[in-house]
């Protein structure tokens, strides 16, 4: 039986349109305005943005302040990403132990910091690592340490980024590889530990490989979550001190959003999606590897 | 259950049709927002027929509610417009030009204060009109001071700074004055370019933030910095003005009645001054404004409801409704606000205040000078070094 195309387009068509209006035709709108010098002056009368070609993107390339973005972003993902895996990792390995007690109580515990508004996240932050009266600093002046200025001092201001987003981001990913472990079918374990093999054995052996597919789609989606890094560092420090919490998402919305030029913050946002798709299809091409 | 459909429809479309009523669409924001309905019900009775719509929008949200409103073309008739937002959105074309209407009518230029009158001026012509000002004066702790020999606050640029070294002599984490927020502190750290005598341009347009008194101005803002007489990072202002590790700070009108409610084991230990002299005290001034938009089509309401927020009167009604400042300088003659002390001293500042440059790249010029501001205080650069950059980087905004 043929299913007519009235039919088809009666069920897909709302979302479609929803998909067309709210995805589609912007995604094309911003890359048409990247090539444009979109500014405050055209806000009303869109007919008189002018048409200059790569020059947004040559532009771009003399950018220190995008360099420093991009540096500070990548810094980010590089340390966040592995820190993630291997902590949301291990809170879902204890968390799947048969001997864990008030497993949902620390199920809610590791989730509540994903679902919690930033806003309140930050400020609460802050005060954790305010230099003189922060929570942090009062826990390694126990052991003799004099912690730094947190949020004052350039050096430190995006580890304490970092902490904040990892910190975060843990909850959720331990729930998806909680579901990956759950998964794993238990015969695997027992023939494992009949043929005498170790806890470590039969994590590194069973364990991981089976997680694959988990870990796939945990670290693609990390890499994708953690290059638009926006909200921790405009909460936290706005992208100071001396810029160096600057991400490419937050200088993208100063750019469109605080000096309206759309059009040079359009062609950000088309290099991000650049950087995005190819650092997303790498990673899935290795994971595609035997 | 048709039948009382159809009942229910009949009267909606005769409430909408038989009322006759105009009616005038207003964005306000923040506390004024939430008390605006006891004056427009005032209008109301003195206009029949008329009926307000206040809509409240949060200052956080205000800016992009705007700016789609603008996209979109759905904007109200009138609203309440930052000041420092006036160029920008006025750039955009949509705010409606009023000196026809100020010809006939008892608005002029004269009856406001000069550096608030400069927030409604675009590209010559007149834009808004001042509705409420801030001014930004000294908040400081008179018990603190008068423990380094301080029984007045500090008058001069060098008496801050000697007071400042006192204050951070006290002992570990014990600082003066409070600077610098997190971000872009343009307007915190503009008056101190006005006191020196700076500028950002000149009449002609020319940027001369590469003059010695912009230098100096970095110079003096930042040995604050050097020598830990300022903090940097994230606190918390008012318990840091409390406990006394931070006796100093600059803020505006509305930290007045937040102090009293965020501290009050500290009322009667605070007063407020003016801003040190250099060759000037002159301080920033803010606020608000009225905006008319271009789109509305009850323009001479819109006005009539400006005029009415406009007259004395009603000016200090509403200073005693929120206690923000009166722009209209005549209502400061009233007992209210000529007797009370603390706004003795923000209406003094007030006639020695500045606003920022009228221009749409301000957020960017801003953005600018604190990277560059920022740079000195880190020691990164040399503050003339930096007024060099900083004078390339606002020429290629400027452009």
């Not at chain 1, 942090?136 to 580890?159: I, Q, R, T, Y």
């Not at chain 2, 003005?241 to 937040?258: H, K």
């Amino acid at each position: 039986m043929k299913t007519s195309w009235v039919w088809i387009l009666t069920f897909v068509g709302p979302a479609l349109i929803l998909l067309m209006v709210f995805l589609i035709i912007p995604i094309f709108a911003s890359f048409y305005l990247s090539f444009t010098d979109f500014n405050v002056f055209v806000m009303t009368d869109w007919s008189r943005a002018k048409f200059i070609g790569l020059q947004n993107f040559v532009e771009l390339l003399k950018d220190e302040l995008f360099w420093k973005a991009l540096m500070n972003t990548f810094y980010c993902l590089v340390v966040a990403m592995p820190v993630t895996v291997v902590l949301s990792l291990t809170c879902a390995v204890l968390l799947n132990r048969k001997q864990t007690k008030f497993k949902n109580f620390f199920k809610v515990s590791f989730f509540l910091p994903f679902v919690t508004n930033t806003v309140a996240i930050a400020i609460v932050w802050s005060w954790i690592l305010n230099p003189s009266y922060g929570l942090l600093n009062w826990f390694l002046s126990l052991f003799g340490v004099k912690g730094p200025n947190w949020l004052g001092d350039p050096k430190w201001a995006m580890p304490s980024v970092i902490m904040l987003v990892i910190w975060k981001a843990v909850g959720y990913n331990t729930i998806l590889f909680l579901a990956g472990l759950q998964n794993i079918p238990d015969f695997l374990y027992e023939a494992a530990e009949l043929d005498g093999a170790s806890p470590w054995q039969r994590f590194w052996y069973i364990t991981l490989p089976m997680l694959k597919p988990t870990t796939v789609f945990v670290t693609t989606m990390m890499i994708i979550g953690y290059l638009q890094l926006f909200e921790e560092p405009y909460m936290l420090t706005q992208g100071g001190p001396l810029n160096s919490t600057l991400s490419i998402v937050l200088y993208l919305y100063r750019q469109g959003f605080k000096f309206f030029k759309l059009g040079y913050a359009s062609s950000i946002a088309v290099i991000l999606f650049l950087m995005i798709s190819a650092l997303t299809l790498l990673r899935l091409k290795l994971a595609g590897r035997k | 259950m048709r039948r009382g459909f159809l009942i229910l429809l009949l009267v909606f479309v005769l409430v909408t049709f038989s009322s006759a009523e105009r009616i005038l669409q207003i964005w306000a924001m923040g506390e004024e927002a939430k008390n605006l309905n006891v004056m427009a019900e005032r209008f109301m009775k003195e206009n029949p027929g008329v009926k307000v719509e206040i809509q409240a929008i949060p200052w956080s949200a205000a800016y992009d509610k705007i700016l789609t409103g603008i996209a979109g073309m759905q904007l109200p008739d009138l609203a309440q417009m930052g000041t420092t937002w006036m160029a920008p959105f006025g750039a955009m074309g949509v705010f409606e030009e009023l000196s026809s209407y100020i010809r006939d009518s008892f608005i002029s230029k004269d009856i406001f204060f000069e550096g608030s009158w400069q927030t409604v001026e675009l590209n010559g012509g007149v834009y808004g009109i001042p509705w409420y000002v801030d001014v930004r004066v000294m908040f400081y702790r008179t018990d603190v001071l008068k423990e380094v020999g301080y029984d007045h606050a500090p008058q001069t640029w060098e008496e801050l700074y000697d007071a400042a070294k006192k204050l951070a002599a006290r002992g570990e984490n014990m600082y003066a004055v409070s600077l610098l927020y997190t971000g872009v502190f343009g307007n915190e750290f503009m008056p101190f370019v006005w006191q020196a005598g700076g500028r950002i341009f000149d009449e002609r347009g020319k940027v001369r933030v590469t003059d010695p008194e912009f230098v100096e101005a970095i110079e003096y803002y930042a040995r604050f910095f050097w020598e830990e007489l300022a903090p940097i990072g994230g606190g918390n202002l008012f318990q840091d003005f409390a406990s006394g590790a931070v006796p100093i700070f600059f803020s505006g009108p509305w930290m007045v009645s937040m102090i009293d409610q965020q501290t009050p084991e500290i009322k009667g230990k605070w007063s407020v001054a003016l801003m040190p002299k250099k060759k000037t005290r002159t301080s920033f001034v803010g606020g608000s404004n009225w905006v008319i938009f271009n789109t509305s089509k009850n323009k001479d309401l819109a006005w009539k409801f400006i005029e009415f927020m406009t007259k004395p009167e009603n000016q200090l009604k509403w200073y005693k409704i929120v206690a923000s400042l009166p722009a209209v300088k005549s209502v400061w003659e009233y007992p209210e606000l000529a007797n009370n002390p603390i706004m003795k001293v923000l209406g003094e500042q007030l006639r020695d205040a500045k606003s920022p440059p009228n221009i749409p790249q301000w957020e960017e010029i801003a953005n600018a000078i604190s990277r560059r501001v920022e740079e000195v205080i880190y020691k990164r650069r040399t503050p003339q070094k930096a007024a060099e950059m900083l004078k390339k980087d606002i020429e290629k905004i400027v452009r």
